[in-house]
């Protein structure tokens, strides 16, 4: 079982993680991002609700709160939440076969999990990324109403996040996310 896994982690890049969370943002034909409100495809950094993180003991409160929800019926549904501010950017994508409130977990169960990823513009654009084979972590949706007027909100916290320099090298050491949370109204 080690041997399986040592080679599905040599595969694993986790770039395409950050990459996946950013297309998902932008480029799915079948997703209703929100909130819309602002009119000019951007999040309302007012209206948009809330999304916070702690990092090894440091609070992060993004301004700019969103979430990428599918907009049809599937076997397999991909969901992004993340925000930004000045200091940089993160995503939260998860896999799930439902939709409603539900617990996921990190590393992935088959088909289902989630990822963590925080660009630190600050620290020179330095990533923290949770591995999906090796970081734990939980996810708790207490609401993922995607109709308009809904509410996608809930809870999440990962250990074992690595951070990556822009040349994509590991820096030593692991790092620990608490404290996650979001709520962010459905407005389409």
């Known amino acids: 079982m080690k041997t399986l896994l040592t080679s599905k982690r040599s595969s694993f890049n986790p770039f395409a993680l950050a990459l996946v969370g950013l297309l998902a943002t932008s480029c799915s034909k079948n997703e209703v991002v929100v909130p819309s409100s602002s009119g000019n495809g951007l999040p309302d950094p007012v209206t948009s609700g809330t999304f916070d993180f702690t990092l090894d003991g440091v609070a992060h409160h993004m301004l700019a709160p969103f979430a990428v929800l599918p907009s049809a019926p599937s076997a397999l549904y991909t969901i992004t939440v993340g925000g930004s501010t000045t200091a940089g950017s993160v995503n939260v994508t998860l896999s799930t076969d439902s939709l409603g409130p539900q617990t996921l977990h990190s590393p992935f169960a088959g088909v289902q999990g989630f990822g963590f990823v925080w660009a630190d513009m600050a620290a020179g654009g330095n990533a923290y ?60």
């Open 129 to 188: 990324m949770s591995d999906m084979y090796s970081s734990i972590g939980i996810l708790e949706f207490t609401q993922l109403d995607t109709a308009s007027g809904g509410l996608v909100e809930g809870t999440f916290s990962v250990s074992g996040v690595q951070l990556y320099d822009v040349q994509h090298t590991i820096i030593p050491g692991t790092h620990t996310v608490t404290n996650g949370s979001f709520s962010i109204p459905v407005t389409h």
